[in-house]
């Protein structure tokens, strides 16, 4: 725990989103050295913020709740690096703009490698799969499908499954930045790029 959260003054009345925020850095600290949800107990967040136990209650209905929160961070700043990306291609080529939202996703992770981490080391408990549909994650699977529908508007056919396509660019990029990462050659981002090209050359036709 830091010196700093060690004592924490009372926020003032209507400033709740004050000790919400402070809970999610607390939380997210605390992923990064524990690596798992189940590892993760409550009463250390409240320590880690300053506060005691029960006023994470006020904010979040149990620990799932939390750390899909803390991951939401992380997820929606990845999600709007897409957005931006894609806002910078031709708005008449909805080609570019998947592949803008690719290269966007894939230049993320090798930038924000911390945040990048958060999100796929962090091991998660179980959940339902009514609930399961309300992960953050989402995020990135409906900017996918989103492109994917623009591209069929235009005339391209999506190749394979249409329900797994963006399950299979979600795991395309993110397994070739993991090999881009711990291979030890020199660290060219512009193979990326290059593999993004491919994926859409494999996965979209005329």
Same mark, same amino acid.
């Given at each position: 725990?830091?010196? @700093? ?11 709740? *989103? ?10 997210? +600290? ?12 409550? +009463? ?29 961070? @992380? ?26 939202? =690719? +290269? ?20 998660? @408990? ?17 900017? !996918? ?10 005339? !391209? ?11 299979? =660019? ?9 090999? !881009? ?20 050359? =494999?996965?979209? *036709? +005329?």
């Amino acid at each position: 725990m830091s010196e @700093s959260a060690a004592v924490r003054p009372r926020n003032p009345r209507g400033q709740g *989103e004050r000790l919400r925020e402070e809970l999610l850095r607390a939380t997210e +600290r605390l992923l990064e050295e524990v690596g798992s949800e189940d590892a993760l107990s409550l +009463r250390a967040v409240a320590r880690e913020a300053g506060v005691a136990a029960p006023s994470i209650y006020r904010h979040f209905a149990d620990k799932t709740e939390l750390v899909w929160a803390t991951l939401e961070v @992380s997820y929606e700043r990845l999600a709007h690096a897409m957005t931006d990306a894609a806002g910078e291609a031709d708005e008449d080529d909805p080609v570019a703009r998947l592949r803008a939202q =690719l +290269r966007a996703y894939c230049h993320y992770a090798i930038t924000h490698p911390a945040n990048y981490r958060l999100l796929y080391e962090t091991r998660q @408990s179980p959940v339902d799969p009514e609930r399961l549909a309300g992960h953050p994650a989402g995020l990135l699977v409906r900017s !996918w499908h989103h492109a994917l529908t623009a591209c069929e508007e235009a005339g !391209w056919r999506v190749r394979g499954s249409r329900a797994e396509a963006p399950y299979l =660019l979600w795991s395309a990029v993110h397994g070739r930045v993991m090999i !881009w990462q711990v291979m030890p050659s020199r660290k060219d981002s512009s193979r990326l790029d290059r593999f993004v090209d491919e994926i859409l050359q =494999l996965l979209l *036709e +005329r």
